[in-house]
C-alpha cells in the first residue's frame, strides 16, 4: 500500500513539472522562434527572383555608364566633364599595351592635356587642337566647361599600335559639334577633325581606318577615311 502512495506522489510530481509556467513559456518562445526563422527564410524561388533583380539593377547601371560614351569601337576609355569636376581633380587615361597615361584637367582658360610616357617624359598635348575643332571660341564664357570628353585608344592607321584619341562635344539638348582630335605616339603627328552639324546625341563610330559621326536630322554623314599617311574625307553634306 505504501509503495503504491509513494508511485502516485512521484506521478503527481512529474504532472506539475511539466505542466509549469516556466516550461510553457520556455515552450512558447521556441516555438514563436522557430515561427520568425521559417518566416525570415525565403524560399529558393524567392531568392531566385531577388538575385535576378539584383543583376537586373546592375546591368541597368552599367549599361548607363557605357551610354554616357559617345565614342563606339572602343573598350578603354575615360570619360571627363569639366563643369561636373569642382576641386579639379582632373582625369587620368592609363593607356593599355604601354605604361603611358594622359592627365587632363581644366586650367580655368581652357583644358590642359599632357601625355607621360615610360620614362616619365611628358608631352603636352595641343589642347587649342581639342577644343578649337569644335567651336574657335571655346574659351569665352567658359562653354568647354560643360563639353563631354571621352579619352581613348585606337588603331586608325591600322600599323598595330593605338594612337591616342580625344573626342568632345557640346550635348545642350540642342545642336552638338563634335570634335576629334587624334594623336599618334610613335611620330608626334596629330590630326584635328570636327563635325559642327549635328543634333541629338551623337556618337563617333571608329571603324578600321574610318571615323565616322552617325547620320543626324540634318541629313549630313560625316565620313573620314585614314590613307597615305592622311584622313580623306568621304562625307555628305
Given at each position: 500500500?505504501?509503495?503504491?502512495?509513494?508511485?502516485?506522489?512521484v506521478?503527481?510530481a512529474?504532472?506539475?513539472?511539466?505542466?509549469?509556467?516556466?516550461?510553457?513559456?520556455?515552450?512558447?518562445?521556441?516555438?514563436?522562434?522557430?515561427?520568425?526563422?521559417?518566416?525570415s527564410?525565403?524560399?529558393?524561388?524567392?531568392?531566385?527572383?531577388?538575385?535576378?533583380?539584383?543583376?537586373?539593377?546592375?546591368?541597368?547601371?552599367?549599361?548607363?555608364?557605357?551610354?554616357?560614351?559617345?565614342?563606339?569601337?572602343?573598350?578603354?576609355?575615360k570619360?571627363?566633364?569639366?563643369?561636373n569636376?569642382?576641386?579639379?581633380?582632373?582625369?587620368?587615361?592609363?593607356y593599355?599595351?604601354?605604361?603611358?597615361?594622359?592627365?587632363?584637367?581644366?586650367?580655368?582658360?581652357?583644358?590642359?592635356?599632357?601625355?607621360?610616357?615610360?620614362?616619365?617624359?611628358?608631352?603636352?598635348?595641343?589642347?587649342?587642337?581639342?577644343?578649337?575643332?569644335?567651336?574657335?571660341?571655346?574659351?569665352?564664357?567658359?562653354?568647354?566647361?560643360?563639353?563631354e570628353y571621352?579619352?581613348?585608344?585606337?588603331?586608325?592607321d591600322s600599323?598595330?599600335?593605338?594612337?591616342?584619341?580625344?573626342?568632345?562635344?557640346?550635348?545642350?539638348?540642342?545642336?552638338?559639334?563634335?570634335?576629334i582630335?587624334?594623336y599618334?605616339?610613335?611620330?608626334?603627328?596629330?590630326?584635328?577633325?570636327?563635325?559642327?552639324?549635328t543634333?541629338?546625341?551623337?556618337?563617333?563610330q571608329?571603324?578600321?581606318?574610318h571615323?565616322?559621326?552617325?547620320?543626324?536630322?540634318?541629313?549630313?554623314?560625316?565620313?573620314?577615311v585614314?590613307?597615305?599617311?592622311?584622313f580623306?574625307?568621304r562625307?555628305?553634306?
Amino acid at each position: 500500500m505504501k509503495n503504491l502512495v509513494f508511485l502516485i506522489s512521484v506521478l503527481l510530481a512529474f504532472s506539475a513539472c511539466n505542466n509549469s509556467p516556466a516550461n510553457s513559456k520556455g515552450f512558447a518562445e521556441n516555438e514563436t522562434a522557430s515561427i520568425a526563422q521559417a518566416s525570415s527564410t525565403n524560399s529558393p524561388i524567392e531568392n531566385s527572383a531577388q538575385n535576378d533583380e539584383l543583376i537586373k539593377e546592375t546591368n541597368i547601371k552599367s549599361s548607363l555608364k557605357d551610354n554616357k560614351c559617345f565614342v563606339k569601337g572602343v573598350s578603354n576609355y575615360k570619360l571627363y566633364k569639366p563643369s561636373n569636376d569642382e576641386d579639379n581633380n582632373g582625369v587620368t587615361f592609363n593607356y593599355k599595351g604601354r605604361n603611358l597615361k594622359v592627365n587632363m584637367f581644366d586650367y580655368q582658360v581652357g583644358l590642359f592635356a599632357q601625355l607621360i610616357d615610360e620614362y616619365g617624359e611628358k608631352i603636352n598635348l595641343n589642347y587649342d587642337d581639342i577644343l578649337a575643332v569644335v567651336d574657335e571660341n571655346y574659351d569665352f564664357d567658359e562653354y568647354y566647361k560643360d563639353w563631354e570628353y571621352v579619352i581613348t585608344q585606337y588603331d586608325i592607321d591600322s600599323d598595330g599600335k593605338d594612337e591616342i584619341i580625344i573626342a568632345s562635344r557640346i550635348n545642350d539638348g540642342m545642336s552638338t559639334p563634335v570634335g576629334i582630335f587624334i594623336y599618334r605616339i610613335k611620330d608626334g603627328k596629330s590630326w584635328s577633325l570636327k563635325a559642327p552639324q549635328t543634333w541629338g546625341d551623337m556618337k563617333i563610330q571608329l571603324v578600321n581606318n574610318h571615323v565616322k559621326v552617325e547620320p543626324n536630322h540634318f541629313g549630313f554623314t560625316y565620313d573620314w577615311v585614314f590613307e597615305n599617311d592622311a584622313f580623306v574625307d568621304r562625307g555628305e553634306y
